[in-house]
Nanobody, 118 residues
């Protein structure tokens, strides 16, 4: 089934942007393409929460807290999913995880840290 590899996290000032990437390494295209892909995050002391998801038909869903600021996209030819994060705020600080769901099975990446601080 391969693994999910995230990148693009880091330290950024409030109001700036970051773009997270997730690649499904070792996953064949016929498995990746129909998968529901998503980004989740977990802040210290809090539960993991959905940030954004995108279906195989590119239907998207966002948490209310990120609507209008974050954009999820996918490139099936690269077996990748992206999260463009604009106008970042300190409350966006968290570990961001890539997620893949197919036939009821969940797969997670190792996470990438995003810290928003002046």
């Amino acid at each position: 089934q391969g693994r999910l590899v995230e990148s693009g996290g880091g330290l950024v000032q409030p109001g700036r942007s970051l773009r997270l990437s997730c690649t499904a390494s070792g996953t064949i295209t016929s498995v990746f393409n129909p998968s529901l892909m998503g980004w989740y995050r977990q802040a210290p002391g809090k539960e993991r929460e959905m940030v954004a998801t995108i279906t195989s038909r590119r239907t998207t869903e966002y948490a209310d807290s990120v609507k209008g600021r974050f954009t999820i996209s996918r490139d099936n030819s690269r077996k990748a999913v992206y999260l463009q994060m604009n106008d970042l705020a300190p409350e966006d600080t968290a570990v961001y995880y890539c997620n893949r769901v197919l036939d009821g099975r969940n797969f997670w990446g190792q996470g990438t840290q995003v810290t928003v601080s002046a």
